[in-house]
Nanobody, 121 residues
Framework: QVQLVESGGGLVQAGGSLRLSCSASGSFFSIDTMGWYRQAPGKQRELVATINTDYQTNAVDSVKGRFTISLDSAGNTVYLQMRSLKPEDTAVYYC???????????????WGQGTQVTVSS
Protein backbone atom coordinates (compact mmCIF):
# COMPACT_ATOMS: atom_id res chain seq x y z
CA GLN A 1 0.00 0.00 0.00
CA VAL A 2 1.36 3.39 -1.02
CA GLN A 3 0.92 6.47 1.13
CA LEU A 4 1.74 10.09 0.38
CA VAL A 5 1.99 12.24 3.47
CA GLU A 6 2.06 16.01 3.08
CA SER A 7 3.02 18.77 5.45
CA GLY A 8 3.76 22.47 5.45
CA GLY A 9 0.58 24.29 4.54
CA GLY A 10 -0.78 27.23 6.48
CA LEU A 11 -1.74 30.88 6.51
CA VAL A 12 0.70 33.49 5.25
CA GLN A 13 0.52 37.12 4.20
CA ALA A 14 0.98 38.13 0.59
CA GLY A 15 4.65 38.25 -0.27
CA GLY A 16 5.49 35.56 2.26
CA SER A 17 6.89 32.07 1.83
CA LEU A 18 5.90 28.52 2.65
CA ARG A 19 7.48 25.14 1.98
CA LEU A 20 5.43 22.03 1.35
CA SER A 21 6.79 18.52 1.77
CA CYS A 22 5.44 15.16 0.64
CA SER A 23 6.92 11.75 1.37
CA ALA A 24 5.98 8.50 -0.33
CA SER A 25 6.06 5.31 1.69
CA GLY A 26 4.94 1.72 1.32
CA SER A 27 5.78 -1.18 -0.92
CA PHE A 28 6.54 -0.27 -4.53
CA PHE A 29 9.17 -0.75 -7.20
CA SER A 30 9.90 2.82 -8.28
CA ILE A 31 8.62 6.37 -8.50
CA ASP A 32 8.46 7.90 -11.97
CA THR A 33 7.48 11.45 -11.12
CA MET A 34 6.31 13.48 -8.15
CA GLY A 35 4.54 16.79 -8.19
CA TRP A 36 2.03 19.23 -6.80
CA TYR A 37 -1.44 20.16 -7.93
CA ARG A 38 -3.82 22.68 -6.40
CA GLN A 39 -7.52 23.28 -6.30
CA ALA A 40 -9.05 26.62 -5.39
CA PRO A 41 -12.72 26.90 -4.36
CA GLY A 42 -14.99 26.60 -7.37
CA LYS A 43 -12.14 25.76 -9.71
CA GLN A 44 -10.73 22.60 -11.24
CA ARG A 45 -7.58 21.01 -9.90
CA GLU A 46 -4.56 22.31 -11.79
CA LEU A 47 -0.95 21.26 -12.11
CA VAL A 48 1.52 23.42 -10.21
CA ALA A 49 4.85 21.68 -10.80
CA THR A 50 6.32 18.23 -11.38
CA ILE A 51 9.75 16.65 -11.18
CA ASN A 52 10.99 13.29 -12.41
CA THR A 53 13.79 11.08 -11.16
CA ASP A 54 16.15 12.74 -13.67
CA TYR A 55 15.35 15.98 -11.81
CA GLN A 56 13.66 17.47 -14.85
CA THR A 57 11.00 19.94 -13.79
CA ASN A 58 7.84 21.39 -15.23
CA ALA A 59 5.74 24.23 -13.80
CA VAL A 60 2.70 26.25 -14.69
CA ASP A 61 3.55 29.75 -15.95
CA SER A 62 1.82 31.50 -13.05
CA VAL A 63 4.33 30.12 -10.52
CA LYS A 64 7.54 30.22 -12.53
CA GLY A 65 10.14 32.35 -10.82
CA ARG A 66 8.29 32.10 -7.49
CA PHE A 67 7.91 28.37 -6.76
CA THR A 68 10.69 25.79 -6.82
CA ILE A 69 10.10 22.05 -6.85
CA SER A 70 12.82 19.69 -5.69
CA LEU A 71 13.35 16.02 -4.90
CA ASP A 72 15.48 14.49 -2.19
CA SER A 73 18.37 12.18 -3.09
CA ALA A 74 16.34 9.08 -2.22
CA GLY A 75 13.74 10.17 -4.76
CA ASN A 76 10.75 9.69 -2.49
CA THR A 77 10.26 13.12 -0.91
CA VAL A 78 9.24 16.13 -2.94
CA TYR A 79 9.33 19.73 -1.79
CA LEU A 80 7.62 22.85 -3.06
CA GLN A 81 9.28 26.07 -1.96
CA MET A 82 6.80 28.87 -2.49
CA ARG A 83 7.96 32.50 -2.40
CA SER A 84 6.30 35.82 -3.17
CA LEU A 85 2.93 34.23 -2.46
CA LYS A 86 -0.17 35.93 -3.80
CA PRO A 87 -3.81 35.69 -2.68
CA GLU A 88 -4.56 33.85 -5.92
CA ASP A 89 -2.23 31.05 -4.76
CA THR A 90 -4.79 30.20 -2.09
CA ALA A 91 -5.89 26.60 -2.62
CA VAL A 92 -5.68 23.08 -1.32
CA TYR A 93 -2.38 21.68 -2.53
CA TYR A 94 -2.22 17.99 -3.38
CA CYS A 95 0.89 15.88 -3.72
CA UNK A 96 0.91 13.48 -6.66
CA UNK A 97 3.22 10.60 -7.50
CA UNK A 98 3.29 8.26 -10.46
CA UNK A 99 4.48 4.97 -9.02
CA UNK A 100 5.25 1.55 -10.43
CA UNK A 101 4.15 -1.04 -7.91
CA UNK A 102 6.12 -3.83 -9.60
CA UNK A 103 8.97 -3.88 -12.12
CA UNK A 104 7.66 -3.34 -15.68
CA UNK A 105 4.18 -2.49 -14.40
CA UNK A 106 2.38 0.61 -15.56
CA UNK A 107 2.78 3.64 -13.36
CA UNK A 108 -0.30 4.59 -11.38
CA UNK A 109 -1.31 7.93 -9.88
CA UNK A 110 -1.34 8.33 -6.13
CA TRP A 111 -2.52 11.39 -4.22
CA GLY A 112 -1.92 12.91 -0.84
CA GLN A 113 -4.73 14.08 1.40
CA GLY A 114 -4.19 17.74 0.55
CA THR A 115 -2.89 20.65 2.58
CA GLN A 116 -4.48 24.09 2.75
CA VAL A 117 -2.47 27.13 1.72
CA THR A 118 -4.13 30.47 2.44
CA VAL A 119 -2.54 33.74 1.38
CA SER A 120 -4.06 36.87 2.89
CA SER A 121 -3.87 40.24 1.18
Amino acid sequence: QVQLVESGGGLVQAGGSLRLSCSASGSFFSIDTMGWYRQAPGKQRELVATINTDYQTNAVDSVKGRFTISLDSAGNTVYLQMRSLKPEDTAVYYCNAVIQIRELSRGNDYWGQGTQVTVSS
